[in-house]
C-alpha cells in the first residue's frame, strides 16, 4: 500500500544543480529514517545520504559539501540537493525510506551529468 515516487532527475552540465524529490503515499503510521542510495551503470549501489528520525544526517564522502538531505513530514516527502554535480554523480538515484517499520525503495530517477 505505501509507494515512493522520485522526480527530479534529468540531464545537466558538469558544476550544475538538481533538486530530487521522493514522495510517499498509502497506508503510513510510522514514517521512520529515510536515504538516497544510487547506482551507476558497473557499480554497485551505494548510500549517499542518510537522514534519521531524531534529524542526523550522513553524507558519502564523495558528495560532501555539496548534497543536502531534507524532508518534509507533513507532505511525506524528501529531498536531495545536489549542487556542482560532477560526471561521476551521473548514476540512476533511489529513495529508501523506513515506513511502518519496514523498507521501501522508489523506482529510481536517471541523474546524467555531462563534461
Known amino acids: 500500500q505505501v509507494q515512493l515516487v522520485e522526480s527530479g532527475g534529468g540531464l545537466v552540465q558538469a558544476g550544475g544543480s538538481l533538486r530530487l524529490s521522493c514522495v510517499a503515499s498509502g497506508s503510513i503510521s510510522v514514517l521512520d529514517s529515510m536515504a538516497w542510495y544510487r547506482q551507476a551503470p558497473g557499480k554497485e549501489r551505494e548510500l549517499v545520504a542518510r537522514v534519521t528520525n531524531r534529524g542526523g544526517t550522513n553524507y558519502a564522502d564523495t558528495v560532501k559539501e555539496r548534497f543536502t538531505i531534507s524532508r518534509d513530514n507533513a507532505k511525506n516527502t524528501v529531498y536531495l540537493q545536489m549542487n556542482d554535480l560532477k560526471p561521476e554523480d551521473a548514476a540512476v538515484y533511489y529513495c529508501?525510506?523506513?515506513?511502518?517499520?519496514?523498507?521501501?525503495w522508489g523506482q529510481g530517477t536517471q541523474v546524467t551529468v555531462s563534461s
Open positions: 529508501y525510506w523506513i515506513i511502518n517499520y519496514r523498507p521501501y
